[in-house]
C-alpha cells in the first residue's frame, strides 16, 4: 500500500517561504560591543541596554559621567575610577550569577546607597532611639478583579470614557531647579500620546505614536524607545486606561499599600511575562489610581520611574487628574494642567517620529 501524498496549498508554502525569507532579513540588534568602543565587562548586553546600565550606576553611586568617563571620550580609560567600576561590576555579577541564580539581588545600590563610596562600618546612634509602635497585621487586601472595577466605576465608568476620543492638556511644568516652562499633552484614543514641553533654548517631545515610542528635541534626531521604556510609553498613552489595564497585564496580585497623602491604598503588582512589574495604587475611599511604579532592567539592576497622581477632576463625566509628578533617580519634575479640551481635533501626523534631518554633503 503506497503512502499517501501530503498535498500542502501552494498559498500556503508561499506564505511560510516569505515568514522565512522575513525572519531572515530582521536586523539583529546590535551587542554592546559592536556600537560602542573599548567595551569590556558588559559584552554580550544589547547596545540598547548600555545607556539605561550606565544611567543606573549614576544613581546607585549618586555622581555624573565624568565621574569614571573622559568628557567626550568615553573610550579612554585614563580615570581610576573606571578601572574600579569595571571590577564592581564583574564582582556583582559574579555574586549574582553563583548565588542568585543570575537575578540582580546584589547591585551596585546594595553597598553604595547614593553614595561614591560604600559604608563599611556602622554608624553611632545619634538620639534616642524611639520606641517601636505595635505591629498590627495588615488586613487582606480585596482581589485585583475588585480594585479595578471600583476604579473604572470612580474614572465615569465605560460608558462615559467610551464617548471621550481626545484630549488636550496646557499647563506648567516645574522640575530641575528651573522656572515653571509651558507644556501641552496631546492624547487620543485608543493610545496615541504625545507631551512637549517649551524652553527657550527649545521643545522636548516624549511621544507614543500607537504603537512606539520616541523622544526628540530641538536640533537633534529623535530616537527610539526600546524595550521596558517603550512598554511604559505605552501604558501612559493609554487613553481610557481604567477600561484597559484588565487587559494589559497576563497577572494581577493585590498586595498592602502603604498611606499616599494620609489616605490608605490597596497595590496592584502586574506582571508580562518576561518584563519587569509594573505596581499600581489605588485610594481605598475613592478607588482613583494614586501612584504608579515602573523599572527598566539594565544588565546591572533595575532603575525606578514613579508617577503620582493629584488633583482630579470632573470633565464632560469623566474624572482626570491636572496633576502628576514624574520622580527618578536623577530627579523629578511636576506637571500641572491649568486647560483642559476634549473631544477636539487631534491629527495622527503630531504622534510620528519626525525624519532625521538630511546630511549635508561635503564641500
Given at each position: 500500500?503506497?503512502?499517501?501524498?501530503?498535498?500542502?496549498?501552494?498559498?500556503?508554502?508561499?506564505?511560510?517561504?516569505?515568514?522565512?525569507?522575513?525572519?531572515?532579513?530582521?536586523?539583529?540588534?546590535?551587542?554592546?560591543?559592536?556600537?560602542?568602543?573599548?567595551?569590556?565587562?558588559?559584552?554580550?548586553?544589547?547596545?540598547?541596554?548600555?545607556?539605561?546600565?550606565?544611567?543606573?550606576?549614576?544613581?546607585?553611586?549618586?555622581?555624573?559621567?565624568?565621574?569614571?568617563?573622559?568628557?567626550?571620550?568615553?573610550?579612554?580609560?585614563?580615570?581610576?575610577?573606571?578601572?574600579?567600576?569595571?571590577?564592581?561590576?564583574?564582582?556583582?555579577?559574579?555574586?549574582?550569577?553563583?548565588?542568585?541564580?543570575?537575578?540582580?539581588e546584589v547591585t551596585c545600590f546594595s553597598c553604595h546607597r547614593g553614595a561614591e563610596h560604600p559604608l563599611a562600618t556602622p554608624l553611632v546612634a545619634s538620639t534616642d532611639l524611639p520606641p517601636e509602635p505595635e505591629k498590627t497585621?495588615?488586613?487582606?487586601?480585596?482581589?485585583?478583579?475588585?480594585?479595578?472595577?471600583?476604579?473604572?466605576?470612580?474614572?465615569?465608568?465605560?460608558?462615559?470614557?467610551?464617548?471621550?476620543?481626545?484630549?488636550?492638556?496646557?499647563?506648567?511644568?516645574?522640575?530641575?531647579?528651573?522656572?515653571?516652562?509651558?507644556?501641552?499633552v496631546y492624547a487620543k484614543a485608543p493610545g496615541q500620546r504625545i507631551s512637549i514641553v517649551k524652553r527657550e533654548r527649545g521643545e522636548s517631545k516624549t511621544a507614543f505614536d500607537g504603537e512606539h515610542g520616541w523622544l526628540g528635541s530641538t536640533g537633534r534626531p529623535a530616537r527610539d524607545m526600546v524595550g521596558a521604556e517603550n512598554d511604559a510609553a505605552r501604558i501612559d498613552a493609554?487613553?481610557?486606561?481604567?477600561?484597559?489595564?484588565?487587559?494589559?497585564?497576563?497577572?494581577?496580585?493585590?498586595?498592602?499599600?502603604?498611606?499616599?497623602?494620609?489616605?490608605?491604598?490597596?497595590?496592584?503588582?502586574?506582571?508580562?511575562?518576561?518584563?519587569?512589574?509594573?505596581?499600581?495604587?489605588?485610594?481605598?475611599?475613592?478607588?482613583?489610581?494614586?501612584?504608579?511604579?515602573?523599572?527598566?532592567?539594565?544588565?546591572?539592576?533595575?532603575?525606578?520611574?514613579?508617577?503620582?497622581?493629584?488633583?482630579?477632576?470632573?470633565?464632560?463625566?469623566?474624572?482626570?487628574?491636572?496633576?502628576?509628578?514624574?520622580?527618578?533617580?536623577?530627579?523629578?519634575?511636576?506637571?500641572?494642567?491649568?486647560?483642559?479640551?476634549?473631544?477636539?481635533?487631534?491629527?495622527?501626523?503630531?504622534?510620528?517620529?519626525?525624519?532625521?534631518?538630511?546630511?549635508?554633503?561635503?564641500?
Open positions: 500500500m503506497r503512502p499517501r501524498k501530503l498535498l500542502i496549498p501552494l498559498a500556503f508554502l508561499s506564505l511560510l517561504v516569505l515568514s522565512v525569507r522575513a525572519a531572515s532579513e530582521a536586523p539583529v540588534p546590535k551587542k554592546a560591543e559592536e556600537q560602542f568602543k573599548n567595551i569590556q565587562v558588559l559584552k554580550g548586553i544589547p547596545a540598547d541596554d548600555v545607556f539605561p546600565t550606565m544611567q543606573f550606576i549614576s544613581a546607585s553611586l549618586n555622581v555624573e559621567c565624568d565621574f569614571c568617563h573622559v568628557d567626550h571620550q568615553n573610550e579612554k580609560d585614563d580615570k581610576k575610577e573606571k578601572q574600579i567600576a569595571r571590577k564592581m561590576i564583574a564582582m556583582t555579577l559574579a555574586i549574582d550569577r553563583e548565588h542568585f541564580e543570575g537575578k540582580h497585621p495588615a488586613a487582606e487586601p480585596p482581589a485585583a478583579d475588585a480594585v479595578l472595577a471600583k476604579y473604572l466605576a470612580a474614572s465615569g465608568g465605560p460608558e462615559a470614557l467610551s464617548k471621550v476620543s481626545s484630549r488636550v492638556m496646557k499647563g506648567k511644568l516645574t522640575g530641575f531647579g528651573d522656572a515653571p516652562v509651558p507644556v501641552e493609554r487613553f481610557a486606561l481604567a477600561s484597559d489595564l484588565k487587559t494589559l497585564f497576563g497577572q494581577l496580585r493585590t498586595r498592602p499599600g502603604e498611606p499616599t497623602d494620609g489616605h490608605p491604598t490597596v497595590r496592584v503588582v502586574a506582571r508580562n511575562e518576561g518584563a519587569p512589574p509594573f505596581e499600581f495604587w489605588f485610594d481605598t475611599e475613592t478607588g482613583l489610581l494614586v501612584r504608579q511604579r515602573r523599572y527598566v532592567e539594565t544588565a546591572l539592576g533595575r532603575n525606578p520611574t514613579e508617577v503620582t497622581y493629584a488633583d482630579y477632576r470632573d470633565v464632560d463625566g469623566i474624572k482626570v487628574p491636572f496633576r502628576w509628578t514624574v520622580a527618578r533617580p536623577s530627579g523629578r519634575f511636576t506637571i500641572q494642567v491649568d486647560e483642559m479640551k476634549q473631544n477636539v481635533p487631534v491629527d495622527d501626523a503630531l504622534f510620528q517620529k519626525p525624519a532625521p534631518p538630511p546630511e549635508e554633503s561635503p564641500r
